[in-house]
């Protein structure tokens, strides 16, 4: 019915390609990139565990790391109290222990000895 009122023209074969193309189109800027980012972002996140970091799980269970490694993450949840996680399990990090500044930006920053 569509098609005898559009008037048969020689592109209707081409609309609905082109319609189905940009749904998919649509669908991968709105909803695959931005998951993308966000695994991208968490995996790093959670690569970037070390020591001293406040960090809560999937579960919303809070705790500080106490050690990590490659597949695993051991939190203090309460004083003497250690517990087990996998890497992915890990949310968010709530706050970062601090860290020594390396060598190369310590010596990038600092002014040079007049002589």
């Not at 649509?26 to 959670?46: D, L, W």
Request: proline share 6%; aromatic share 6%; glycine share 12%.
């Amino acid at each position: 019915m569509f098609y005898a009122a559009a008037g048969g023209g020689g592109a209707g074969g081409l609309t609905p390609i082109l319609m189905i193309a940009l749904l998919f189109g649509v669908m991968y800027f709105m909803m695959i990139r931005p998951q993308q980012k966000r695994r991208r972002e968490a995996a790093q996140m959670q690569s970037a565990l070390a020591p001293g970091d406040e960090v809560v799980t999937i579960g919303g269970l809070y705790g500080t790391v106490t050690g990590v490694d490659d597949e695993t993450v051991h939190l203090e949840v309460a004083p003497g109290v250690q517990t087990r996680y996998a890497r992915p399990a890990i949310a968010r990090v709530v706050k970062q222990a601090e860290r020594p500044e390396t060598i190369e930006s310590v010596t990038e920053d600092a002014e040079p000895v007049k002589e």
